[in-house]
């Protein structure tokens, strides 16, 4: 499926609910929310976003703990769920989605290597991650980011 139905997808299924969808963003900086304001009517479902690129940025706008990055790592499945039921809660959203990981081509480690991306989405206090591993470059990893999150939003949506 392309984006571009996940993301018609993903708003219909909202408005639809009468939900509304935020996204917490690092490694993907703004490409979930830009993906999803490709649609006509995104201004029904989504209100804010958040580009939290720094462990400063997770901790003051969307109330990551600094335990879970100190213990755990901003590229991490608790770092992921943290963050989208954060934004939820800040934006007051019935959904958050998230996205943490190592785009590349460089800030890979043999723990944590390029195209490791966790995504998470947070449905009325009900949150699923999901540790994916991208083998493209630095936009395809990107972009491989931000059609597993909608796929899982529209899963979360669906169940």
Do not use: W
């Not at 991208?134 to 939003?153: P, T």
């Amino acid at each position: 499926m392309s984006a571009i139905l996940l993301e018609e997808e993903l708003v219909t299924l909202l408005k639809e609910k009468g939900y509304t969808v935020t996204t917490a963003e690092s490694c993907t900086g703004g490409l979930v929310s830009g993906t999803i304001v490709n649609t006509a009517g995104a201004s029904d479902v989504l209100n804010e976003a958040y580009i939290t690129y720094s462990n400063q940025a997770k901790e003051k706008l969307l109330g990551v703990s600094h335990e879970t990055l100190e213990k755990y790592g901003a590229v991490s499945a608790q770092t992921a769920k943290e963050m989208a039921e954060g934004a939820a809660k800040a934006a007051g959203a019935n959904m958050g989605l998230s996205t943490t990981g190592i785009a590349g081509p460089g800030g890979g480690t043999k723990e944590k290597p390029v195209g490791l991306v966790y995504v998470g989405c947070s449905l009325n206090q009900k949150t699923e991650t999901i540790e994916c591993r991208f083998s493209g470059d630095r936009q395809e990893n990107r972009r491989q980011a931000v059609e597993r999150v909608l796929s899982l939003a529209i899963e979360m949506l669906k169940s």
